[in-house]
């Protein structure tokens, strides 16, 4: 049976880390990650891990190359202003094919933020982290045990897909405590080894890594030479371009996950993600058990977005209602999801303020009411 202990958010992320074979944790102590810092310090070594800490993000983005770049599993602990400072440096670890995890966990509002729920950093981790043409795959847990779940998956996708992955927590889950099991699983299971890793082995032939314009570590990768069909006017595909189409090939490939509660009926489906889909799903069946037909969709997977997931969940559906805590930012992925096909709905609550459960009834109620009068 899996092991249960009752544990707090950000340590059972960082015990799920040293579990999945995680052998660095690079981060700043600030708040509401702090405590991971701490708990890896104490833990590393039973693991064989390194307890060593940063002095600043900008150190950990030069640091997370170099430990990336020798094979190693490494995880980076931070909240949306850490992610900004490390921003260049994911931008070049992309181009380098090299993989790692990131535990974002921001707070509330702009700049360093408030020490308040906040989910205003959407767009920063699935749409615009950095220049150049990548992305990060975003993971979304909403319990303690998807944190310990979900960081276990990460460690595997940016291995099999070299890619950076992105746990991305909130400030209520990182203050959050409850009981966890921890999965008896290889987390090293179906991994090819890492050839490629600079892994100081003398007995080999030399290995670089490189980036950018070069095309990263997949030069020599074959995908498709665009301009030499016949009558295509379009200029020969070079190793920039070669290394870019080979990346969104790999998103591409990347698993999505959702979760659709009540869907197969609903008139009026709630898209929520994070820690408020927790109290929006409260709502939801609280609404169920007095005959309304309402459902809710959370994706897992912010990036890649379950789209094709999110069409079929709202197939019987009128409307569609997004909440969030900012201004409308899952808002445009919905829109996008859904084409036009439903009339979408949003109530969010932007700068750390967490709506209530009243709020949220009243609006769903709002929501299915106005729906109900126009069919």
């Not at 993000?57 to 430990?67: S, V, Y």
């Not at 509002?109 to 950093?121: F, I, K, Y």
């Not at 090819?192 to 095309?215: N, Q, Y």
Request: with cysteine; charged share 25%; hydrophobic share 40%.
């Amino acid at each position: 049976m899996p092991e249960k202990l009752f544990m707090r958010a950000t340590h059972a992320l960082t015990e799920a880390a040293l579990r999945s074979g995680c052998k660095f944790y690079l981060g700043y102590p600030i708040t509401p990650i702090t405590e991971a810092g701490e708990y890896w310090s104490e833990h590393a070594e039973e693991h064989g891990a390194s307890p060593f800490m940063v002095e600043s993000e900008l150190e950990a983005g030069a640091m997370l190359l170099g430990t990336s770049a020798s094979g190693a599993r490494t995880m980076f602990g931070g909240n949306g202003a850490s992610m900004s400072l490390i921003a260049e440096s994911l931008s070049t670890m992309a181009g380098m094919e090299l993989p790692m995890v990131l535990a974002d966990f921001p707070r509330g509002d702009g700049g360093a933020g408030s020490l308040t729920m906040g989910q205003g950093d959407y767009f920063q981790v699935t749409k615009a982290i950095a220049q150049g043409d990548f992305h990060l795959v975003t993971l979304s847990p909403h319990t303690v045990q998807e944190c310990v779940d979900l960081t276990f998956d990460a460690f595997w996708l940016a291995d099999k897909f070299r890619v950076p992955v992105v746990i991305m927590g909130d400030w209520i889950l990182g203050m959050s405590m409850e009981a966890v099991a921890f999965p008896d699983r290889d987390p090293f299971e179906g991994l090819e080894p890492k050839t490629w890793a600079l892994d100081g082995d003398m007995s080999r032939p030399k290995r670089h890594v490189t980036g950018g314009s070069t095309g990263g570590m997949v030069t020599s990768v074959n995908v498709g030479d665009v301009g030499k069909e016949t009558g295509d006017k379009r200029a020969p595909v070079g190793p920039g371009e070669r290394s870019v189409r080979w990346r969104y090939d790999k998103y591409s490939r990347i698993p999505r996950r959702w979760d659709a509660l009540f869907c197969d009926d609903a008139e009026v489906v709630v898209a929520s993600w994070g820690s408020l889909a927790r109290i929006v799903k409260t709502v939801v069946y609280k609404l169920r058990r007095e005959g309304l037909k309402v459902g809710h969709f959370r994706p897992i997977t912010l990036y890649p977005y379950p789209y094709e997931a999110l069409g079929e969940a709202t197939k019987k559906a009128r409307e569609v209602l997004v909440l969030e805590c900012n201004t409308g930012m899952m808002l445009e992925d919905v829109k996008l999801g859904l084409n036009g096909r439903l009339p979408v709905e949003f109530y969010g609550r932007p700068g750390g303020v967490c709506p209530t459960m009243a709020e949220i009834e009243y609006e769903i109620r709002q929501a299915y009411q106005k729906k109900k009068v126009a069919a």
